[in-house]
């Protein structure tokens, strides 16, 4: 690996940011899914904020994603072939083939957030109403998240195919850790917004939790796995500020303390704090430590 590779020049609030959206966006719609078609009307709660999370947050994303190209303008060309205009798909670029995921996954999201919406009554002169039934729901539900969780690793997968060497060195392991990262995130937006909405289900759905807690520790076993993977050229994730993202804010805050409290708290019935406040503060973290995993990684493979 030549160290001379040149730096790509990635912003954070940008690149990481468009990572860290995407992936909340896609692992919350997947456990929508999920609960969709295996947990019934017991679910249904946990289906219906994950479809109503997954559509705002990735409409936030192109935006992020345009701004950090070179030339902004020409963005529709990962879409559209120059020349002609026409539809193209370039399988040589992840950035195109990502592009197209992107459309995709939103068109799928924009369906399970309107018929959210026509099925509780909120949006009575949807034109498709007399389209939606059962069926079909689960059909573009299924279809969406093969297309989030794509969205969801090809940003990992991008970061693998350059030839920067942290990012290099790490393949195969980004995409996959970026997508376990994504079901934890996407599992603690659902929670907040539950909670939020006070829509939380007693005594509990082990499920969900279940899910979780194994998300969580994915993502742990493959962050410890990539460092090793990368032997040393995993030096800027030992150092300075990257070193505090990523090992104290999302390996540390983001997934070891939250698994750990969820462990203990399964274990004793008399917990210090109120048992509703604490897994929010939890899910915070989770969502922090999120973040900050996308941060220290985009930061990493550019220094010098």
Known sequence: MNPEVHIPGWEWYYVAMYFFIGGVSAGAYFIGTLAELFGGERHREISRTGFYIAFPLILLTPPLLIADLGRPERFWHLLFD?????????FQSPL??????????GGMAFLSFLDNLVSEGRFQSAPF??????IPRKWYAIVGSIAGFFVAGYTGVILNVTARP???????LVGALFIASAASTGAAAIYLVM????????????????FDRLA??????????MVVLAGKYAAPLMTGITAVMFWGGAVLLGTLLPLAAGWYATR????????ERMATVLAVLVLVGGALLRISMVHAGQVQ
């Open 82 to 90: 120059a020349k002609n205009g026409f539809p193209f798909f370039n």
């Open 96 to 105: 195109s083939v990502g592009s197209w995921a992107l459309l995709l996954f």
């Open 129 to 134: 109403a007399k389209a939606y039934s059962r």
């Open 166 to 172: 942290f990012w290099a060195a790490t393949d195969p």
């Open 195 to 210: 909670a939020w909405r006070k829509q939380l289900a007693d005594p509990g759905l082990p499920g969900f939790d279940l």
């Open 216 to 225: 969580k520790v994915l993502e742990l076993l493959l962050a410890v796995g």
């Open 268 to 275: 004793t019935a008399a917990i210090p704090v109120p048992a």
